[in-house]
């Protein structure tokens, strides 16, 4: 957690998401990850000449799925630009992208802060093609940079959110939920180490004027905002809230000396260096770099109506947030554990929704899950779906532990042994000989008997000798063979000593 | 009359009554290519084996009995703009020289499936910019008529090969007039069909909301011919209108009746040459005694359409011809020392002097700041262009008037004065803002013997009408029937 700062952070992020297209966004090559250099490219996606760009309509609907479930509004209708500017990585020389009429506008992302929830908008979501990737000589001799240029074409969301986040846990937490929303919807794998999600931050702090050492806010303003910096190549989360952390007490820093505010200089752009820590601020723009947009005279523009939406609309799974609402009205759990299995993906939450109906305990079932489940995972770094056991197995496990009391500590060795074995709970159960059942009064007799039997350690409870409680307690269990439940004897033992 | 004299259809019909084959034709025009060409220059390559291979090719299919195309053995002359698969295509810029496509452009796919005979790639403007062939990076092309003068341009090389006889039948683009500017001095047909007639693909794109494909030939036969075989939906081109074809061929000898021609007043504006305004009145003249009726009309905007059309094409240019950069293929400077020096040694000496311009001219024209007072204001006057047009159209069967505003000119006369180039283009340029039909018809000659044409004009998608009351005009004159003496 942060430390409190005289400051507040201001965070927009520009998030790029790669489409799970099975093609590029304007011809028909590969969009696999990993092949050869150059291997999935044709004349279109390395811009020879006298070749033409036809969109690729599952990418759109991608698109336009990604931007419902973010509560966009779609435009009715939407058209491409030309973003020009010259790169060896950028074959025509311009981008086609999306710039005055973007197919969305607004929408947003509730995200969990300590304070509780917090809605994070959007300014706009759009579509537009990838470059490729440089490959540079990394002796420092010099020699050619090369040019792969297998992901030029590929289609990419550009997702930027209103500046809305206060804090690097925030922008965390608003990355995590874009992340799972998008998994969930089927729309990106937003894979960091694959570049299929890459974000950049822009980060200034807000400084109240009583800290701002004399210097008055600009007029209009009721604070002291410094300039925006925005933060590129950030290349996991944790680089992100580190960046963010470190850029904004730079800021501080920076304005102690230098006194600028926001609009006295122009915006600038800075990498991250993961290994030192630091970010480096490498030019200020002079002014907005021209990219001569204008709209592309290849592609004819989009209209998008009420039956497509609805179309699209209906192929939208449950949404994460409404799942974890759910959870919480419907099944009785709280926040934190609807947060907890909803956020391991939606197999997951299907798997714990399957236990729980099964065993009719959603509580206990959002305990395994979460708990034992997950540990073992995490342990054998698989997904739910190669996880051993079904969910009516871990069901069945859930009615058996209540039915027979059994306890937390050999209710996890059952666990174990099924998973090793693959046997069911019940022949389990039965072989550990855990299928005996007392009722309540067989085991108050009992209790009854310890107390009786062992004056010295009721003398020690009585004068708060918590641990003398043990020797009472395992009097029962030597009489029942190691089988009653320990919950229920300590409950009853605490009853009847209240009557000694 | 000579077989190179001949059009298309005679060499067709001449085919199938056996009287000839398509060896024989291609071989008297390669033959007339050698003897004439070291005169016209109109083009940059020809591959005599590989042409004299798909002639034989077609002869043998015929000896076969197999079913031939509507164009088979007719050799066809194609601008350097459009890509052939495996040869080279330069689009008459040194960036381009070596360049080899590994595809076909649409209307060449066409063409091979209408077993048509690919004769050679003509000379034209450097990636289609001018209106005299003279900015071609390897040669000048001559107008057959006077061999001191400029056939036109930018398809100049096209419109040559044509009126010399060296190839029946040609391809052009026409962006603002550079199909039937040069037709029209050359005395030769040629057509830019309506914005998405005609895909693109393959088209190594000028301005790609103007750039039309389009044919040249000696007859508003052969062009309703030629058309018929490259007009269609492309899927490969999003711009191009999925749209059923009309059987032009079929239907060009219908005359239309009633019919209404409208003369717009700014077409016989100061700046028209008296010889081509007479010999414009003469063609209304014919008109008039096929029924017609003439009404004046107005086309109160097009007299901004020259600016209009130097901004929206350099600007679509300049974005264009930003991947010619020396980095992934073409013409890249011998020596540089970085990156940026690379970029701009390989385009600096890699593009000519009017491409240059048009691409300081267009990146200008988008810049921050400028955008709204050059782009955006030329668009919106675009769109009154094309109102005006749906004005004369909603009274008016066609709109008619000169091509050009004077016949050839001499080489090197206007080389050095862009805006007087520009100005050739005058009564052209409109037809291509407005994304409309036009076509280009002999109309006459000269008392120096130059050819003059008649521009005529007709709303979207309307080729078939545009080519009927063309062709009404052509039964009942001969100046379609004279060639150049070389
Ligand atoms: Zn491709």
Known sequence: MSRPTPYTIVIGLEVHVQLLTRTKLFCGCSTQFGLPPNSATCPVCIGMPGVLPVMNQAAFELALKAALALQCNIASFTKWDRKNYYYPDLPKNYQISQYDLPFSTGGGLEITTPHG????????????????????????????????LNRAGTPLLEIVSKPDMNSPEEAKAYLEELRLLLREIGVSDCEMQEGSLRVDANVNIRIPPEHAGGRKPLPGRQHVATPIVEIKNLNSFRAVERAIAY???????????????????????????????????????EEASDYRYFPEPDLVPVEVDQPWLDRIRATLPELPAARRKRFESQLGLSAYDARVLVGQGLAFADYFEAVARGCGDAKAASNWCSNQVLAVLN????????????????????????????????????????????????????????DVSFDTEQLRELVRKSIASNAKAVADVKAGKQKAMDALVGFVMRETKGKAPTDEVRRLMDEELAKV | MELIEKTAAELRSLMLQGEVNAVQITEAYLQAIRAREPKVQAFLHVDESDAMA??????????????????????????????????????????????????DAHVITRLREADAVLIGKTNMDEFAMGSSTENS???????????????????????????????????????????????????????????????????????????????????????????????????????????????????????????????????????????????????????????????????????YAVPVYYIVATAEASSNLARYDGVHYGFRAPDFDSMIHMYSRSRGLGFGKEVKRRIMLGTYALSSGYYDAYYLKALKVRRLIKEDFDRAFAECDVVMGPTSPTPAFRIGEKAENPLAMYLSDIYTISCNLAGIAGISIPCGFTKAGLPVGLQILAGPFEEEKLLRVARMYEAQTDWHLRRPRL
């Not at chain 2, 043998?60 to 080279?88: E, S």
Request: glycine fraction near 10%; hydrophobic fraction near 35%; aromatic fraction near 6%.
């Open chain 2, 54 to 103: 798909q002639a034989s090719a077609i002869d043998q299919k015929r000896k076969h009995g197999w079913q031939l195309g509507p164009l088979a053995g007719i050799p066809v002359a194609i601008k350097d703009v459009l890509c052939t698969k495996g040869q080279v295509t330069t689009c008459g810029s040194k960036m381009l020289q070596n360049f080899i496509p590994p595809y």
């Open chain 2, 137 to 303: 990076a390897f040669k000048t092309t001559r107008n057959p008529w006077d061999l001191e003068r400029i056939p036109g341009g930018s398809s100049g090389g096209s419109a040559a090969a044509v009126a010399a006889c060296e190839a029946p039948l040609s391809l052009g683009s026409d962006t603002g007039g550079s199909i039937r500017q040069p037709a029209s001095l050359c005395g030769i047909v040629g057509m830019k069909p309506t914005y998405g007639r005609v895909s693109r693909f393959g088209l190594i794109a000028f301005a790609s909301s103007l750039d039309q494909i389009g044919p040249f030939s000696h007859d508003v036969t052969d062009c309703a011919l030629l058309l018929e075989v490259i007009a269609g939906h492309d899927r490969r081109d999003s711009t191009s209108v999925y749209r059923p074809v009309p059987p032009y061929s079929k239907t060009v000898h219908t005359p239309v009746k009633p019919l209404t021609i409208g003369l717009p007043r700014e077409f016989f504006d100061e700046g028209l040459d008296p010889e081509v305004n007479a010999c414009v009145q003469e063609a209304l003249k014919v008109y008039r005694s096929l029924g017609a009726t003439i009404k004046d009309v107005s086309l109160p905007y097009s007299r």
């Open chain 1, 379 to 434: 342990e054998r770094k698989i997904t739910i779906r190669e996880f051993p056991l079904s969910p009516e197995a871990l069901a069945d496990l859930i009615v058996r532990i209540r039915k027979h009391n059994i306890n937390a500590q050999r209710a996890r060795e059952v666990f174990g042994i099924m998973l090793q074995t693959g046997d069911t709970a019940d022949a389990i159960i039965k072989r550990l000989g855990l």
């Open chain 1, 117 to 148: 929830p917090k809605w994070i908008g959007l300014i706009r979501v759009h579509l537009e093609e990838d470059a490729g990737k440089l490959l540079h000589d990394e002796t420092g001799r010099g020699g050619d940079s090369l040019v792969d």
């Open chain 1, 247 to 285: 850029e904004a007490q730079r800021q501080f820093e920076e304005f102690q000396e230098t006194g600028k505010q926001m609009g006295e200089v122009s915006k600038a752009t800075a990498g991250w260096d993961d290994v030192q820590g630091v970010t480096i601020v490498q030019r200020r723009k």
